[in-house]
């Protein structure tokens, strides 16, 4: 496997008047091609800081960030990023939003609507082109943001919580077709979450932070086969050691 991601050393200190924030110290890992990575912690522990760095959108204040071989010194163009705020435009419909990132980027008008009728589709959405953000609910909103995410061949799909908001029975269902698009496109996936049970149920591996300033506490492999039983021993195993190292009795916030 080839090196994607790679953190080394990597510190973020926030400046305030009054006193300075130091969100991050000393993060350390690497990330191969087609990982699936959850980054696990508390509210407020730098998961999300970690994700923008990542991301080129923020710049670390010590350390160095690669991506797929390249130092960043801005936005990776072989990384996407999703929010837990979808983030679409309401005046345009499931269609010109998926379209967008492709737009932005100059790509022909019949390529455009080709590749959004692909993902349009791999995302569960077919039908629902013409419609608008308002039209739709939560987790199909969210659909709409993991195919316009896509569409631009990311090789690696960075989410910020892109299910927190979400009911528990599509927050299911949206995981279930994440890993049916992973198992396709082996995309590197790094995603935040705060949930225990979710981070087993996705990912490959799982680095848990401390609180603030954030630094990684545990790197796990989750060794389960999928799809994944949550009753089964070695999930409530794995479960219980994540719990352990976190502090908590059950998922948190």
């Known amino acids: 496997m080839n090196r994607f991601i790679e953190c080394a050393g990597v510190g973020k200190i926030y400046p305030v008047k009054t006193e300075s924030v130091e969100a991050l110290r000393g ?7 087609g990982d699936f990575v959850c980054l696990l912690g508390r ?23 690669a991506v797929a071989g390249k130092t960043l010194d801005g936005p990776s163009p ?7 705020d979808h983030g679409l435009f309401p005046w345009m419909t499931v269609r010109k939003n998926v379209e967008f990132n492709m737009k932005a980027r100059g790509v022909a008008a019949g390529e455009r609507t080709a590749t959004a009728a692909q993902f349009i589709e791999m995302t569960g959405l077919t039908g629902f082109g013409d419609r608008y953000p308002h039209e739709l609910s939560g987790g199909m909103r969210q659909r709409v ?17 892109p299910f927190g908001a979400l009911d528990a029975q599509t927050r299911g269902k949206l995981q279930d077709e994440l890993l049916s698009i992973w198992e396709k496109q082996r995309t590197t996936v790094l995603f935040v979450t705060h949930s225990i049970d ?29 799809p994944r039983a949550p009753q089964s021993e070695a999930f ?10 976190i502090g908590a009795d059950r998922d948190f916030d």
């Open 43 to 65: 509210s407020g522990c730098g998961k999300s800081t970690l994700l923008q760095l990542v991301a080129g959108l923020e710049e670390p204040t010590a350390g160095n960030i």
């Open 78 to 84: 072989a990384a996407a990023i999703v929010f837990q």
């Open 236 to 245: 409530s195993a794995l479960a219980r050691e994540l719990r352990g190292l």
């Open 27 to 33: 993060i350390d890992f690497t990330c191969d091609s």
């Open 145 to 161: 943001g993991i195919a316009r995410a896509l569409t631009t061949g990311p090789r690696a799909l960075l989410m910020d919580e």
């Open 198 to 226: 979710e981070a087993l149920l996705l990912a490959d591996r799982i680095l848990v932070f401390t609180p603030r300033p954030g630094r990684i506490a545990a790197d796990i492999k989750v060794d389960l086969p999928r």
